[in-house]
């Protein structure tokens, strides 16, 4: 729901901008194609140039760039760092980081930095690495000891990140129930009663439906639950998990075929519950079986 949520928010900046041209203009920047280390110059001319060149004529380029910013003209919102992070050392990351958060530098500027919370796999992750610290500790992901922290500190709405005045880190609300039967409503104005009552009726699919991301998964599922007999969380993983076969072979981004797929990871799957690994498994134990079915 973050990119989503960007898009938005940037397209009501932008509309209050042609109302008041005394507002600040948004400039929103996806971060996922930048696989290497980068500056901020380098990330803003791409954008100016190469993205944005039918629809802006910055005349003075990056030099124009940094006195709007400066001079707190601009809201710039940064998309996806995880999805940049995850291709890059952790070297790189803490660099890039530094590079994005000197657009922050001016006391007038404005700078959002979307990232999912599981990238961090521990609150205090997330605050090292905001707090210019660059380490990262290794236990196991904690986000609610980030969201506690900020109860306690009664930082609300988002958590002061030490060291860096100004900066703070806050999260996107999972939906609510009513938000699920809103979104019903909407996708089915003839049968959404109904398929409210499905989902409520499961309550790990009424946990799912809180993300953004599942709740499209489900609602696209929806219209054929009575067909495939959708009784449980089970069921509905195996309808979902049988579309996203489907939709990534249609979409050809993937290079196995469905049935090559599902044992693969059927198979992965029993082996991590029988030796409970179930934080993860090396590829050299994968079990020998797989080793002969892919040759």
Not at 62 to 76: I, M, P, S, T
Not at 235 to 256: G, N, P, Q
Not at 273 to 282: E, R, V, Y
Request: charged fraction near 30%.
């Amino acid at each position: 729901g973050k990119s989503t949520f960007c898009r938005r928010y940037a397209a009501k900046l932008a509309e209050r901008y042609l109302r008041d041209r005394s507002s600040r203009i948004p400039l929103l920047i996806s971060l996922r194609d930048y696989a290497k280390a980068m500056n901020l110059r380098q990330l803003v001319t791409d954008y100016l140039v190469n993205e944005q060149r039918e629809r802006v004529r910055l005349t003075g380029g990056y030099a124009a760039f940094q006195r709007l910013n400066e001079d707190g003209k601009l809201v710039l919102i940064f998309d996806g760092f995880d999805e940049m992070a995850r291709q890059v050392t952790y070297e790189t990351t803490v660099a890039n980081f530094e590079e994005l958060a000197a657009a922050a530098a001016p006391d007038s500027s404005k700078v959002i930095l979307t990232c999912r919370t599981h990238y961090f796999r521990e609150a205090s992750e997330a605050v090292h690495l905001l707090g210019g610290q660059g380490r990262l500790a290794a236990r196991p992901s904690a986000v609610e000891e980030m969201k506690q922290v900020a109860l306690e500190r009664k930082e609300e709405p988002g958590l002061r990140v030490r060291g860096r005045p100004g900066f703070h880190i806050v999260h996107l609300d999972l939906f609510t129930p009513q938000d699920v039967t809103l979104l019903l409503q909407r996708r089915f104005p003839q049968d959404w009663s109904l398929h409210d009552q499905r989902i409520r009726a499961m309550r790990g699919v009424a946990d799912l439906a809180k993300r953004p991301v599942l709740l499209d998964m489900i609602v696209k599922t929806l219209p054929d639950w009575g067909q495939a007999g959708v009784h449980n969380e089970a069921v509905l993983y195996h309808l979902c998990t049988e579309r996203w076969l489907e939709r990534d072979i249609e979409a050809k981004t993937t290079f196995m075929n469905a049935d090559d797929k599902r044992f693969f990871m059927e198979t992965l799957a029993d082996q991590m519950l029988q030796t409970d690994q179930l934080n993860g498994i090396h590829y050299t134990k994968f079990p020998e079986i797989i080793r002969q079915h892919f040759n």
